[in-house]
C-alpha cells in the first residue's frame, strides 16, 4: 500500500481557507484519490470538544501554555485517530491548519518561543509532517473583513490587529524557513485565480 499524501492549508483568519479545501477535494477526486478533509484544531470527538475551549469565549482567562498545550493535545488525537490511519491506508488527508499555525498564533501572536513548540511538535508528531502545505497570504484587514462579515466573532478573532499583523510575520517565516514545504498563495485577488494557482502546486505532487 503506498502511504497517502498529507496537505495542509494555512493562513490568517477569513483568508479562504475552507472555501478552497472543498475546491482541492473536488480536484483530487476527479483525479481518483480518495481523500479525507479535516481539521484543527479538532478532527475527532475529543479534539473538537477542546476545539470549543480553545474558541469559546470563557470568564476564566486561558493562559498561554494551556492554549498550547490544548492544541497539541487536540493534535495528538487526531494525528492517531485520523491522520495517520488515513495515511496509512493509502488516502490523502486534507487538513485545515496543522502545526504551522501553532508556530504563527502561539508562536508569533503570544510569542511563546520557536523551541518550546518544535519541542511538543517532536514529541506528538515524531517524524509527521505535512507533504505539502499551501499559505494563503492577504493583508489582515481583508481576511478580518470577510470574517466578520461572516458574524460573531470567537476568542481568536476578537484578538487586535496587531496579533494579527505578528501571525501573518510568523507563517510568512516559515514560508521562509521550509521553502520545499510551504508554497504561498497570494489569497488577495479573485477566487478563480486563488485557485488557478492552487492547481498549479498541487499539479506537481501529482506527477
Ligand atoms: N489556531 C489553530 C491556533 O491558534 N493554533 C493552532 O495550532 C491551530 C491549529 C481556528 C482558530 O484556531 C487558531 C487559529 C484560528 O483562529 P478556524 O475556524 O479554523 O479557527 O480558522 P479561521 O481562520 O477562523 O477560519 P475562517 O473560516 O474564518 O477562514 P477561512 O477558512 O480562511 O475563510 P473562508 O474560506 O471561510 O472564507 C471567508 C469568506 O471569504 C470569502 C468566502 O466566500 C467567505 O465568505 N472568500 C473570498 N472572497 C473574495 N475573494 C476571494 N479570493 C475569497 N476567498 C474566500
Redesign the pocket.
Known amino acids: 500500500m503506498i502511504r497517502g499524501k498529507f496537505i495542509t492549508l494555512e ?10 479545501l472543498a475546491f482541492i477535494k473536488d480536484y483530487l477526486q476527479q483525479h481518483n484519490i480518495t481523500v479525507v478533509v479535516t ?3 479538532g478532527g475527532t470527538v475529543l479534539a473538537e470538544k477542546i476545539r470549543h475551549i ?2 469559546d469565549k470563557h470568564s476564566e482567562a486561558i493562559s498561554e501554555h494551556a492554549e498550547l498545550l490544548l ?1 497539541f493535545a487536540a493534535r495528538a488525537q487526531h494525528i492517531k485517530h485520523v491522520i495517520e490511519p488515513a495515511l496509512a491506508q493509502g488516502r490523502w488527508v486534507l487538513c ?4 504551522d ?2 508556530y504563527a ?2 508562536g508569533g ?1 503570544r510569542n511563546m518561543r520557536s523551541s518550546t513548540i518544535e519541542c511538543l511538535e517532536n514529541l506528538v508528531q515524531g517524524p509527521l509532517r505535512p507533504d505539502l502545505t499551501l499559505l ?1 497570504d492577504a493583508p489582515v484587514e481583508i ?1 478580518i473583513e ?2 466578520r ?2 458574524g460573531a466573532f ?1 476568542r ?2 476578537a484578538e487586535k490587529i496587531s496579533f494579527f499583523e505578528q501571525v501573518r510575520r510568523a507563517y510568512l517565516l516559515q514560508a521562509e524557513l521550509h521553502p520545499e514545504r510551504i508554497k504561498l498563495i497570494k ?1 488577495n ?3 478563480a485565480d ?1 485557485q488557478r494557482a492552487l492547481i498549479e502546486v498541487i499539479h506537481t505532487l501529482l506527477r
Open positions: 493562513g490568517g483568519e477569513g483568508v479562504g481557507k475552507t472555501t478552497n481539521r484543527e484544531p480553545l474558541l492544541m485545515d491548519r496543522f502545526t499555525a501553532t498564533y502561539q501572536g494563503l481576511g470577510r470574517a462579515k461572516r470567537d481568536f478573532e489569497a485577488q479573485p477566487l486563488v
